[in-house]
């Protein structure tokens, strides 16, 4: 079936063409939410590390609709 190839969770936005999505139909069960929590105290932490964690926190908002 799939012939040496390997199977990952990925978010949907970020795969590309060459990549096929198994949504179902193969046999595998659907995934369940999840839930990311982003801690970060910006009075304490590296000022690189504020900036990553509003990207982030923007950037999955922004996937997420």
């Known amino acids: 079936m799939f012939n040496g190839g390997g199977i990952s969770v990925m ?3 970020i795969i590309s063409e060459s990549l096929r999505i198994l949504d179902g139909q193969e046999g595998f069960p659907p ?3 999840i ?3 982003v ?3 910006k009075a304490t932490c590296a ?6 964690a509003d990207y982030l926190v923007w950037e999955l908002g922004r996937v997420q609709g």
């Open 47 to 52: 000022p690189h590390v504020g900036i990553f």
């Open 31 to 33: 995934l369940p939410e």
């Open 35 to 37: 839930a990311i929590n």
């Open 11 to 13: 978010e949907a936005s």
């Open 39 to 41: 801690q970060c105290n």
